[in-house]
């Protein structure tokens, strides 16, 4: 949300107008928390209340002040922001003034000109009220982003000149969580969670939860092999430690069709599609592509990544 869509249209004078005049537009709306104070239209300050009450209220203040133009009592230092910036960025710079400015109204223009004004209270509404928003696209376990946000940066991606998907699987999860406990699964996908966080950290990276043990990452470049091989490592580095070892020899699990076989350590697979040889229109052309990369990936033992970057062969590394 930008900052435009909350302001408020307070009222605008020009830096000649004198402080008696200020003090009739605070008298005759007790509601009124700021003036702003504008040259050929462009906001060059404001007076809040406060610091005009402050002002005027000294020992010879009123004499000192009330005829004179209010360019004596403008605070030069407020806070101006074009319509356009997000409301996260504004809030950011409001709690960053002193803290005798850190209540004031935030000055608001559109094509340099004055817009409006927003109170801090209203911002902190808005504030809440994304962080709201954005926490039910979140998966609740690793707090990344969900499927509905998943699915909007695939859409952008296809738009992209360069990108890779990467999917993130995790192989013989279903035993462990058998063997173990949902709770102690969580903790492999907390471990998992982190390592991808460390690595998936560029400024225009996205890593997202699809659910469970799935996990996607879009990246604007190709430049992914390097970044597969130090997941990997990461996380075979410790897998281990989430296992009583004596398990990996005695315990026997039931697979999918309900055969018994030996408890296997996870492992993780990762497919990576690129459009540096394939073009993709829509997004389910390019799940279908991932779909497919991963059941191969999945089929060789221990912890892997394949890429479709080369259209005559895949490249595998373990």
Same mark, same amino acid.
Do not use: W
């Given at each position: ?202 400024? +225009? $990276?996205?890593?997202?939860? =699809?659910?469970? #043990?799935?996990?996607?990452? *879009? %990246?604007?470049? @190709?430049?992914? +092999? $390097?970044?597969?091989?130090? =997941?990997?490592? #990461?996380?075979?580095?410790? *897998? %281990?430690?989430? @296992?009583?070892? +004596? $398990? ?71």
């Amino acid at each position: 949300m930008k900052i435009g869509e909350v302001i408020e249209k307070g009222p605008y004078i020009s830096e000649f107008v004198k402080n008696k005049e200020v003090d009739k537009l605070f008298t005759s709306d007790p509601t009124l928390r700021s003036v702003v104070v504008v040259r050929d239209e462009k906001p060059i300050g404001h007076i809040t209340r406060t610091h005009f009450y402050q002002k005027i209220g000294t020992r010879y203040g009123y004499n000192l002040f009330m005829e004179r133009q209010n360019r004596l009592v403008v605070k030069e230092d407020s806070l101006i922001v074009d319509c356009n910036r997000l409301i996260t960025e504004v809030s950011t710079l409001a709690m960053s003034r002193p803290p005798e400015d850190l209540y004031d109204d935030i000055i608001v223009t559109k094509n340099g000109l004055y817009n409006g004004m927003v109170s801090i209270r209203e911002l902190l509404l808005k504030l809440v009220e994304i962080q709201v928003t954005i926490a039910s696209f979140l998966n609740p376990l690793s707090s990344l982003p969900g499927n509905k946000l998943i699915d909007e940066k695939l859409e952008e991606a296809l738009q992209r000149p360069q990108y890779s998907l990467i999917y993130f699987d995790l192989d013989h999860f279903k035993s462990y969580n058998d063997t173990y406990g949902f709770n102690k699964g969580d903790k492999i996908l907390l471990y998992l969670t982190d390592i991808l966080k460390r690595h998936i950290c560029g400024m +225009e $990276d996205f890593l997202g939860h =699809i659910g469970g #043990d799935d996990f996607v990452a *879009i %990246l604007p470049h @190709y430049q992914i +092999e $390097d970044i597969c091989q130090k =997941i990997i490592a #990461d996380f075979d580095a410790n *897998i %281990l430690s989430f @296992y009583h070892l +004596e $398990d990996l020899t005695y315990v026997q699990v039931a697979n999918r069709v309900g055969e018994l076989q030996p408890l296997t350590c996870t492992s993780l697979s990762i497919a990576v599609i690129t459009n540096e040889c394939q073009h993709f229109d829509f997004v389910e052309q390019l799940s279908n592509a991932i779909a497919h990369l991963k059941k191969e990936c999945k089929k060789i033992a221990g912890s892997c990544y394949l890429i479709n970057k080369k259209p005559a062969s895949l490249q595998t590394v373990k």
